[in-house]
T-cell receptor, first 115, second 112 residues
Framework: GAGVSQSPRYKVAKRGQDVALRCDPI?????LFWYQQALGQGPEFLTY????????KSGLPSDRFFAERPEGSVSTLKIQRTQQEDSAVYLC?????????????FGDGTRLSIL | ELKVEQNPLFLSMQEGKNYTIYCNYS?????LYWYRQDPGKSLESLFV?????AVKQEGRLMASLDTKARLSTLHITAAVHDLSATYFC????????????FGKGTRLHILP
């Protein structure tokens, strides 16, 4: 499809396990963003890539969170030693170029549940 | 620190009625966005507002922006059940770092 694709859609993990969430942005989109959305809240910024460069990771809640986009396309968000408070929907968004005043296009998200 | 506040957070209304959702933000910003989210689904872009006085309309939804008051409104005309969703406004970070900051969302429920 032409939209942002995220996988898996749902992930259940035991506390302490590591998880990896994948995002396929829209082809040709330079910018890629990760957000965390808690139940009943708005998305909160985690990190941002422009091509393969991670320009901002100020929203990552701890050093257990790590994101990469090695070839400037697909991105992976990894959470190590998961905790219950990590349970949330993780959204990925991409945009063509901020300078073009285009909105971010969001994927359907990965719903992560930590038991 | 930029804060984005929406009100109301919850709204239940009858079909055929008009209503307005408000979005206030605390510091100057270049752009304001409105998104719609259905339960378990992605955020869908509705409007991008770029300048003071901007007004955009799509169907029964109309968004406006007053940058001096740091206020945007999303007006719903003659609501229909299909418009039930959560509506988020979001604002560009003033640091020009490509971040956008979201409000908590307005959960709109339209009764048939």
């Amino acid at each position: 499809g032409a939209g942002v694709s995220q996988s898996p859609r749902y992930k259940v993990a035991k506390r302490g396990q590591d998880v990896a969430l994948r995002c396929d942005p829209i082809s040709g989109h330079v910018s890629l963003f990760w957000y965390q959305q808690a139940l009943g809240q708005g998305p909160e910024f985690l990190t941002y890539f422009q091509n393969e460069a991670q320009l901002d990771k100020s929203g990552l809640p701890s050093d257990r969170f790590f994101a990469e986009r090695p070839e400037g396309s697909v991105s992976t968000l990894k959470i190590q030693r998961t905790q219950q408070e990590d349970s949330a929907v993780y959204l990925c968004a991409s945009s063509l170029s901020p300078a073009l005043n285009q909105p971010q296009h969001f994927g359907d998200g990965t719903r992560l549940s930590i038991l | 620190e930029l804060k984005v506040e929406q009100n109301p957070l919850f709204l239940s209304m009858q079909e055929g009625k008009n209503y307005t959702i408000y979005c206030n933000y605390s510091t100057t910003s270049d752009r304001l966005y409105w998104y719609r989210q259905d339960p378990g689904k992605s955020l869908e872009s509705l409007f991008v507002l770029l300048s003071n006085g901007a007004v955009k309309q799509e169907g029964r939804l109309m968004a406006s922006l007053d940058t001096k008051a740091r206020l945007s409104t999303l007006h719903i005309t003659a609501a229909v059940h299909d418009l039930s969703a959560t509506y988020f406004c979001a604002v560009d970070s003033p640091n020009r770092d490509d971040k956008i900051i979201f409000g908590k969302g307005t959960r709109l429920h339209i009764l048939p």
